[in-house]
């Protein structure tokens, strides 16, 4: 179906064939806002985006919040699915992205913003895919062509005790011929950002926090760490490693710049960044480290790297964690009003950080008749 030719309006109340379960909440209708988002118990009509957590009495799935205009050309088209190959797609889908979930689909709900023009006009095509199964929710977001604008992307709660963005957004890099969005993904699928929405993630279960830290300073270090392992970083042998207060990791040398920088440096050093920023924690705030050869840290790390690495076999024999713990940023105040907990875990050649980011050539076709397109576009 189609909504109809209209400036920030909506699709009718649409009912779910299937009970839809959006972190806790069970819902049976939805709205399809031509301002690129979703809502569950009334139509939203805000064409401007605002930056999530809203804090706000909705719960709302935007795959790219602005202010779009169909009254004279582009659509909005909504499909559901209850049987069909469009389930056996969703099913290899999840279990593809959710390894060890063993999913099957029994409902899919797709929402298609094709070729709509912006205020004023242009085209730009992206898709919201809801998939559920037993008491597991999805939603996929697919971008074809995004003109440049200015947009947001993610998902928000009521009062916001769940919410996500997708990095980049409000960015110039997020649309355009380059776009993040259409070029990256969080699941290795050119154009495509996975999320799992039923109950909400379990979150990052961080290492121990623990073990020796850093002397207080202003854009300090720790001092030389002998690594009880070798490590090996993209073909480099190391055998020590420094933590840099502001937020990253190098090998030879520590490393004191606070001003974050953007990849590729084309420098003299390996550096791993979890969070680069100006970090000062003469005050407040601690910069932790500790290795682990033996005991349940081992079995945590083989646990995660073989389920986010499947195929592989891995069995960690040392892990390195590197916390930086409530530290504020530069300038100190009497009150530390941001924070950050931030962990890296290194097991034997892996490295985790909680973003990731993979990009590939990418290939566009028409999303047509709310269908559900893979990375192709190509319909079923």
Request: hydrophobic fraction near 35%.
């Amino acid at each position: 179906a189609t909504t109809t030719r209209s400036l920030d309006g909506s699709s009718p109340e649409i009912l779910l064939q299937r009970p839809f379960v959006y972190f806790g909440q069970t819902y049976n209708n939805i709205y399809v806002n031509h301002n690129g988002h979703l809502t569950f118990n009334s139509p939203y009509f805000s064409y401007i985006p605002q930056r999530f957590p809203l804090y706000g009495p909705i719960d709302l799935i935007a795959p790219f919040w602005t202010d779009v205009d169909i009254r004279q050309t582009g659509l909005v088209l909504y499909n559901q699915y209850t049987n069909s190959s469009v389930l056996q797609q969703a099913t290899r889908d999840i279990n593809s992205y959710f390894p060890n979930l063993n999913f099957s689909a029994d409902w899919v709900f797709v929402a298609t913003w094709y070729e709509v023009p912006y205020y004023p006009m242009t085209k730009t095509t992206f898709q919201a895919v809801l998939i559920s199964g037993g008491q597991k929710s999805f939603v996929l977001f697919n971008y074809g062509s995004l003109a440049p604008t200015v947009w947001n992307a993610g998902y928000d709660t009521i009062n916001s005790f769940h919410h996500f963005t997708i990095p980049g957004s409000f960015s110039s890099s997020a649309t355009g011929n380059n776009s993040t969005f259409s070029l990256g993904s969080n699941v290795n699928v050119t154009g495509r950002w996975a999320f799992q929405i039923d109950s909400g993630p379990d979150g990052c279960h961080f290492y121990p926090i623990s073990g020796a830290t850093t002397t207080r300073s202003l854009d300090g270090s720790s001092p030389e760490i002998l690594l009880q392992r070798p490590f090996v970083y993209f073909g480099q042998t190391y055998n020590n490693i420094y933590v840099n207060h502001n937020g990253h990791l190098t090998f030879n040398s520590p490393y004191f710049s606070y001003i974050p920088q953007r990849f590729p440096l084309y420098g003299p050093i390996d550096l791993i960044a979890p969070f680069w920023t100006d970090v000062d924690i003469r005050q407040t705030g601690l910069v932790l480290y500790n290795q682990y050869t033996n005991s349940s840290v081992l079995q945590q790390a083989t646990r995660d790297i073989n389920s986010y690495f499947p195929n592989l076999n891995f069995s960690a024999d040392w892990v390195f964690v590197a916390t930086w713990y409530e530290v504020p940023y530069y300038p100190m105040t009497a009150t530390v009003s941001q924070k950050i907990i931030y962990i890296i875990h290194y097991y034997a050649i892996y490295c985790i950080v909680h973003t990731d980011k993979k990009f590939k050539e990418y290939s566009k076709d028409k999303m047509m008749e709310g269908t559900y397109f893979q990375n192709d576009f190509k319909p079923l």
